[in-house]
């Protein structure tokens, strides 16, 4: 145990406990409102409270231990495995082990463990740290360069697409692209580069998108955009039909005010019945949050999401090298992503995707996995460099 013992000493020592009590804030108030969320059931009310606990209690250990990993060097020598891991890991959900939820088939069930798995949320801290180490091999051949564009673009299409045509998993994959977008822009990949894709995904629309609007994901785009623009030619959809979870969310955020209705009375939240909220404690945590302590406590969320990623950001500017900067650069844009789209899915003004609140939604592999990144994030603090040396280092 004496491993155990110097992850302790060497936690304690250096590693980044401010970033780990802002986690545990986050964390703990996600807490409090999945208890208020899973109060209307009728049977196992306190299932998901219980399992949200385990999961930060072993995402603390998760933090700690990362804390002492020599980030550059495990990934020197394992990535190869890391990349192995990565698609064999989410080739799971097609084996017995896979379990459909909310009709996608991105879980899998391990016998003995009291909570699902998703893989993609997990490899989703291996494929950056993995993004991280190529970006920064092919800096020093050149990052802007069409075959180092090429490579980076063909590493995040193949997990996004791995991802879509395992699971059938649309929201996903877009934190995987959203992260490759960040991580080269960090990286230093020239802006004619985003010029090009971004005209390259235009035309894909104009072409394609006669051909998929009837879908019921591509309807999950168009309500929104017709709920912004106020088209009442399709105000049904919008209240009854696709839109009618993100209808009742924005309801109850509205209906909360300035300081809510008041914890554990929710209208919404505490309704029975199943034309309330819908996915109370995983998509609409907020929605939870906006209808019983009001904005103040919408504000409180914010404002713990956004101290975390600030300290991430913060530690890759004292980051000792690229790989490292941008690795804490990815873990703050893959929180800064989805969180901007949970709660935009629950004002309405974004598309549902399927997206949980980090830190606050339930999930055990999700939670696990958010202090897991931060562990990782903390690792790199412990190694940063003192201001002087680094000046030194750039001579």
């Known amino acids: 145990m004496s491993w155990l013992r110097d ?109 699902n798995i998703q893989p993609a949320e997990i490899t989703k801290l291996t494929f950056i740290l993995l993004f991280a180490y190529q970006c920064s091999k092919l800096q020093e051949k050149g990052i802007s360069r069409p075959s180092s564009v090429f490579q980076l673009a063909a590493h995040a299409g193949l997990m996004a697409g791995l991802v879509v045509v395992v699971s059938g998993d649309k929201g996903m994959p877009l934190v995987y692209l959203f992260l490759f977008a960040v991580m080269c822009w960090c990286a230093g990949v020239k802006l004619r580069w985003y010029v090009l894709a971004v005209a390259v995904c235009v035309a894909g629309i104009v072409v394609l998108w006669p051909r998929v609007s009837g879908q019921y994901w591509a309807q999950r785009i168009t309500v929104v955009i017709d709920h912004i623009v106020g088209n009442q030619a399709t105000l049904e959809s919008q209240t009854k039909g696709v839109g009618w979870q993100q209808t009742r969310s924005v309801l109850a955020i509205g209906s909360g005010g300035l300081w809510g209705q008041g914890y554990l009375q929710g209208i919404q939240t505490q309704s029975p019945y199943e034309n309330s909220l819908n996915a109370r404690s995983t998509d609409e945590i907020f929605a939870v949050c906006g209808e019983e302590l009001g904005m103040a406590g919408c504000l409180v969320i914010i404002l713990l999401l956004g101290a975390i990623i600030a300290r991430c950001i913060w530690v890759a500017r004292q980051a000792p090298s690229p790989m490292t900067a941008l690795t804490a650069m990815g873990y703050a844009g893959m929180l800064l992503f989805q969180s901007v789209l949970n709660i935009g899915m629950c004002l309405y003004i974004l598309p549902i995707v399927g997206l949980t609140l980090p830190f606050f939604s339930y999930g055990g592999s999700s939670i696990i996995t958010m202090f897991a990144a931060m562990g990782v994030v903390s690792s790199i603090k412990t190694r940063s460099l003192p201001s002087w040396l680094r000046d030194r280092n750039r001579i």
């Open 7 to 115: 992850s302790l000493r060497d936690f304690w020592e250096r590693g980044d406990k401010l970033l780990l009590v802002l986690c545990l804030a986050a964390s703990g108030y996600g807490l409090v409102l999945i208890y208020s969320a899973t109060r209307y059931l009728s049977v196992n009310r306190d299932r998901s409270v219980i399992i949200q606990a385990i999961g930060i209690l072993l995402g603390v250990v998760a933090y700690v231990l990362l804390s002492s990993v020599d980030l550059e060097l495990f990934t020197e020598k394992t990535w190869k495995l890391l990349f192995l891991f990565n698609i064999g890991f989410n080739l799971l959900v097609r084996t017995p082990l896979g379990v459909e939820v909310g009709g996608n088939l991105n879980w899998i069930r391990i016998p003995g463990l009291p909570m």
